[in-house]
Each structure stands twice: as structure tokens, then as C-alpha cells.
């Protein structure tokens, strides 16, 4: 009798694309997607995080949340300020919107 083992990623590819786990993929998303968008409108009141808006999207075996506007970058991570076209040496922290709603944070 023989015995021949699958290797990670075959078994990793097998599980990832079953019904159970594409279910939880999806669920998992929304729910980040849903947190990400509380949090923004949280700081609606902030003239940059008015201009933003969060949506969600599903791969092949991933999900994805991805916030979207002028400066999504600046909003999430942070920036220097730049004040009438020059630069400054004040840095504006960044609201960290998807971290948190991932739970990252």
C-alpha cells in the first residue's frame, strides 16, 4: 500500500476554495467593510475624511476593503502639512480607518 501526501499549497488551494471558507471570506469582509465605513462617518466632520468612502470587494480567495477619494493614503497613514503650496514641519496623524476596523490596531 502506498501513501502519497499533498503538498501546502495544493491543500491550501483545496480549503481556500471551498463554500465554508469562501462564506467566511465574505462574511469576514463585510463586516470589516461595515466597521471601516462607521469609522469614516465618525470623522465626517474633518473636511478630508468627507471626501472618502469605503468599499469592499471579493477575489478568487481574498476579500478586500479599500477606501477611496482624493487622498486615501493622507487620511489613513498620515501627512505632512503643506500650507499655501509650502511644506511645513507639522505632521498630521492619520485616522487609521482600515487598520482599525480590521482590528489591526
Known amino acids: 500500500m502506498k ?3 499533498k503538498g501546502k499549497k495544493f491543500i491550501n488551494t483545496v ?5 465554508e471558507v469562501q462564506g467566511e ?4 469582509t463585510e463586516w470589516i467593510e461595515s ?15 468627507q471626501h ?8 478568487d480567495t481574498d476579500g478586500y476593503v479599500t477606501m477611496s477619494g482624493p487622498a ?13 503650496g509650502k511644506p511645513t514641519h507639522k505632521y498630521i496623524q492619520g ?4 487598520y482599525r476596523a480590521a482590528g489591526l490596531m
Open 95 to 98: 485616522l487609521h480607518i482600515l
Open 52 to 59: 472618502h468612502s469605503i468599499s469592499s470587494s471579493i477575489g
Open 72 to 84: 486615501p493614503m493622507s487620511l489613513e497613514f498620515g501627512h505632512m502639512l503643506v500650507y499655501f
Open 15 to 19: 480549503v481556500s476554495h471551498t463554500d
Open 25 to 28: 471570506v465574505k462574511r469576514a
Open 35 to 49: 466597521r471601516a465605513d462607521a469609522i469614516l462617518q465618525a470623522h465626517r466632520d474633518n473636511s478630508d475624511a
Open 3 to 5: 501513501v502519497r501526501l
